[in-house]
C-alpha cells in the first residue's frame, strides 16, 4: 500500500509542471495517462486471482451448489457485527481519523506560508510528507505484526496528536522538520491498519460487507476535514483553533481504537449481545470451529 503515496509524490510534482505549461486541462490528461499506460496492463499481464468458487469442486469433479462459500470462515454475520461494541468504535475511529488529518494536509502549505515560509518551501514539505507516507505504510504494517492492529492504530493516533502539537509551533524550523517526519509517516496508517482491525475484531467470514460499511464514515471525515478548518480559519483569522480541535479529535479517536475487542472476547464478555447461531459457533476458541 506504500505505493499510493509513493504515486502522490512522484504524481504531484509533475501534475503541477504540466499545469504551469499548458493548463489544468492537460493536468487532468497527466492524472488519467497512467490509468491506461501503467496500471491497466499491468493488471491484465500479471494479476492472477484464485477464486473461491474452485474450492466448491469435489474431489470427483463435482460441483456444489455454492450458496455460502464462507460458511466456515470465523467470524461474525453483518447483523451480528452490527450489535457489537467493536463495529461502533471502528466506525468512530474510521471517521475521526481522516477528519482530523486531512483537515491539516490540506491546509498545511497555506498555513506554512501564512506563519512566514516561502511558498516554495511549503510546498517541499508537503511532498516530504508523502515521501515519508511511503515509508510509513509498510512500517505501520510491521509495528501491527507486533502489537496488533488495534495498538498500532490507537500509536497512530497519538503520534497524529503530537504531530499536530508540533505544526502549532512550527514557526521554529526543528518543530516543522518533527512534525513532517512523524506527520508522514502516520498520515496513511488507517489505509494498512483499519483492515487489520476489522478482521481482528469481527473476523473474516463478512470482511467484504463490513470493510464497505466502515469506510463510510472514512470518506465522510475526508469530506468534512477539510471543510471543517476552513471554516474555522475563516471565522478566527487563524489555523491554530483548527489545529487545537484536531488534536482532541486524535485523542477520542486513540481511545476509540483500543476500546476495540478481538470478537470472541466480546462474545464472552456480553454473550447477550450476539445471538447464539452456528455463525458464531465457528468463531468459538474452545471447539476449534465448525
Do not use: N
Not at 491498519?193 to 460487507?209: D, I, N
Amino acid at each position: 500500500m506504500g505505493g499510493q503515496s509513493l504515486g502522490g509524490m512522484v504524481m504531484a510534482p509533475l501534475v503541477g509542471y504540466t499545469i504551469a505549461k499548458a493548463g489544468w486541462r492537460a493536468g487532468e490528461l497527466m492524472l488519467a495517462a497512467p490509468m491506461f499506460v501503467v496500471v491497466t496492463p499491468l493488471v491484465l499481464a500479471l494479476v492472477r486471482s484464485r477464486p473461491p468458487e474452485a474450492a466448491t469442486r469435489t474431489a470427483a469433479g463435482a460441483e456444489t451448489d455454492g450458496r455460502d462459500l464462507f460458511a466456515d470462515v470465523p467470524g461474525l454475520e453483518v447483523a451480528q457485527a452490527l450489535r457489537t461494541r467493536s463495529f461502533w468504535m471502528i466506525v468512530a475511529a474510521q471517521f475521526l481519523f481522516p477528519l482530523a488529518r486531512v483537515g491539516a494536509f490540506v491546509h498545511m502549505v497555506a498555513y506554512l506560508s501564512g506563519i512566514g515560509y516561502a511558498a516554495t518551501t511549503a510546498a517541499l514539505c508537503l511532498s516530504v510528507v508523502m515521501l515519508f507516507a511511503t515509508v510509513g505504510q509498510p512500517l505501520m504494517g510491521v509495528v501491527a505484526d507486533r502489537i496488533g492492529g488495534r495498538r498500532a492504530l490507537a500509536l497512530a493516533f497519538a503520534l497524529l496528536a503530537l504531530s499536530l502539537i508540533l505544526l502549532l509551533g512550527a514557526s521554529e524550523v526543528m518543530m516543522l522538520v518533527a512534525f513532517v517526519l512523524i506527520f508522514g509517516l502516520i498520515i496513511a496508517g488507517p489505509i494498512v491498519l483499519s483492515p487489520l482491525v476489522v478482521a481482528e475484531s469481527l473476523g473474516l467470514k463478512r470482511y467484504g460487507s463490513l470493510m464497505g460499511l466502515v469506510g463510510f464514515p472514512f470518506t465522510l471525515g475526508l469530506a468534512f476535514g477539510p471543510l471543517a478548518a476552513g471554516m474555522i480559519y475563516d471565522l478566527t483569522a487563524s489555523y491554530a483553533r483548527a489545529f487545537q480541535l484536531c488534536v482532541v479529535i486524535s485523542i477520542v479517536g486513540a481511545i476509540a481504537s483500543l476500546s476495540c475487542v478481538p470478537a470472541e472476547w466480546e462474545r464472552t464478555a456480553a454473550p447477550e449481545a450476539i445471538t447464539a447461531s452456528p455463525a458464531t459457533e465457528s468463531i468459538d476458541p474452545g471447539r476449534g470451529g465448525r
